[in-house]
């Protein structure tokens, strides 16, 4: 069985900083099987950088298009990336 796997890079927008959404992308990415990482941008937005097999990449995207609770995601918008950054694990970046 081929494996596709892919990485994106991924910018979310929105109400998306202080609403947890760091450590909720990390959960629901650990749940799916996904690796990289996730932190705040400067500009109030939340970066990702997401690895894995393609069907699971899609799963956590439409998922980070809801966020939690509080949060109001406006906009998600994937680069995908040409190689592979071999993540290890998802990781939440201060």
Avoid: W
């Avoid at 947890?20 to 799916?32: D, S």
């Avoid at 990289?36 to 995207?61: C, M, P, Q, R, W």
């Avoid at 298009?65 to 993540?87: C, M, R, T, W």
């Amino acid at each position: 069985m081929d494996i596709n796997i892919k990485s994106y890079r991924v910018i979310i927008k929105g109400i998306v900083q202080g609403v947890n959404f760091r450590n909720f992308t990390k959960m629901e990415a650990e749940r799916i099987g996904v690796k990289g990482y996730v932190s705040n941008t400067h500009d109030g937005h939340v970066e990702a950088f997401f690895e894995g097999e393609e069907e699971k990449i899609k799963e956590l995207i439409s998922i980070v298009h809801i966020g939690p609770a509080h949060a109001k995601v406006k906009e998600v918008k994937l680069y995908e990336q040409d190689s592979l950054s071999n993540f290890k694990d998802f990781r939440v970046i201060k």
